[in-house]
């Protein structure tokens, strides 16, 4: 008897802790799936903000490489003026074009003037072209050189790299003459660095850290700013296209793109505790109700059947069509104690229809 009630009551703490443990389960997914939702909201609005960094960057590019391609137009279109007069130009002659140049554009360096594909000008003296220089030793002279003369287009090349080891922003336009000929070339040369903090890079913000790559159309040449990687980062990136130049600007946060966010975390360790808590109450529970249940059909004292469950089990035996052997031994216990009465009424109701009339 005792080893049924103990294996009885062990059934029971099992069943409430399987009831427990999945609740606390329940909880924690919940929990941990709600934190993982914002988590990730969290991460793309700080990857949304860097990408709008980088759309800044990348306007103020267009920008300046539109202003300065429209300068260079304008100063090309005062070139042929004086092709059309019947003069060769020279640099010299319109130098206030350039220093006005020189005062608004740190960045730029020097220009050149090319005739049958040699250089025949320069401005100022001592540039990074020297007079005579021949084009077509140019690495992609067909492509950057040869090709936008007979489109008759600005183009705008970069990096390029001189004897002097700098990388130039390089602005061409071609100085045509009657019935679309080509007479030469005028080249504007912009130091790369300068010209890209003219652009904003120095103003970028300290909690991000950048990779940004410059090459142009078929060339093999590039120029790296900021760190020499970033793909461990996981970084937010951006191509950008003018003319003949392909950048590509890269952008990761100096930490990481979650760094642990004070809210999310205290909600998370709360989270769990909640639900550790909820699991125990409801063991605790489960365990309170199996005494409550043990208590209602049985003695306090003694630990036996008490009188309701006894006339319980009476009701259910004579239902049932009535064992002989128990219901002896359900009359004998009845018959020693206060409940004959009770148990004699229940057995003539159920009993009756067995006797005829």
């Not at 991460?43 to 860097?50: T, V």
């Not at 790369?192 to 093999?220: I, P, R, V």
């Not at 003018?242 to 809210?263: K, Q, R």
């Amino acid at each position: 008897m005792l080893d049924m009630k103990a294996n009885a009551k062990l059934q029971w703490s099992l069943k409430a802790f399987a009831l427990a443990a999945l609740l606390t389960l329940l909880l924690l997914l919940t929990t941990y799936g709600l934190y993982s939702s914002w988590k990730s909201q969290y991460i793309e609005e700080r990857k949304q903000r860097a990408q709008a960094e980088l759309l800044n960057l990348r306007k103020n590019l267009f920008l300046l490489l539109g202003n300065q391609e429209m300068f260079t137009t304008l100063y090309g279109l005062r070139l042929e003026e004086s092709l059309r007069e019947g003069t060769v130009p020279n640099l010299e002659g319109f130098s206030s074009y350039l220093t006005v140049l020189e005062a608004e554009k740190q960045s730029f360096s020097f220009a050149t003037l090319a005739m049958d594909d040699l250089i025949i000008d320069q401005y100022p003296e001592g540039g990074g072209r020297h007079v005579g220089f021949d084009m077509k030793t140019l690495p992609l002279y067909r492509q950057h050189v040869e090709h936008p003369m007979r489109q008759g287009s600005v183009t705008i090349d970069g990096p390029l790299y001189l004897d002097d080891g700098k990388p130039y922003l390089v602005f061409r336009y071609p100085l045509m003459v009657e019935n679309k000929q080509a007479w030469g070339l005028l080249s504007l040369y912009f130091d790369m660095e300068s010209f890209l903090l003219g652009a904003g890079l120095e103003d970028l913000s300290e909690q991000y850290q950048y990779h940004f790559s410059f090459s142009h159309l078929g060339g093999d040449e590039n120029y790296t700013w900021g760190v020499e990687s970033l793909q461990e980062n996981n970084p937010v990136s951006m191509m950008f296209s003018y003319s003949l130049l392909t950048w590509n600007m890269e952008i990761a946060p100096v930490d990481s793109w979650y760094s642990g966010e004070t809210l999310l975390f205290l909600y998370t360790i709360l989270g769990t505790l909640v639900s550790l808590g909820a699991g125990v109450l409801s063991y605790l529970r489960q365990i309170r109700l199996q005494t409550f249940m043990h208590r209602s059909h049985t003695d306090s004292l003694t630990g036996l059947l008490n009188k309701r469950e006894l006339l319980v089990q009476l009701q259910n035996e004579l239902k049932g069509g009535g064992n002989p052997l128990h219901l002896h031994y359900l009359i004998s216990i009845i018959s020693n104690s206060s409940m004959i009465p009770m148990a004699t009424s229940l057995a003539t109701r159920h009993c009756l229809p067995w006797f005829p009339s």
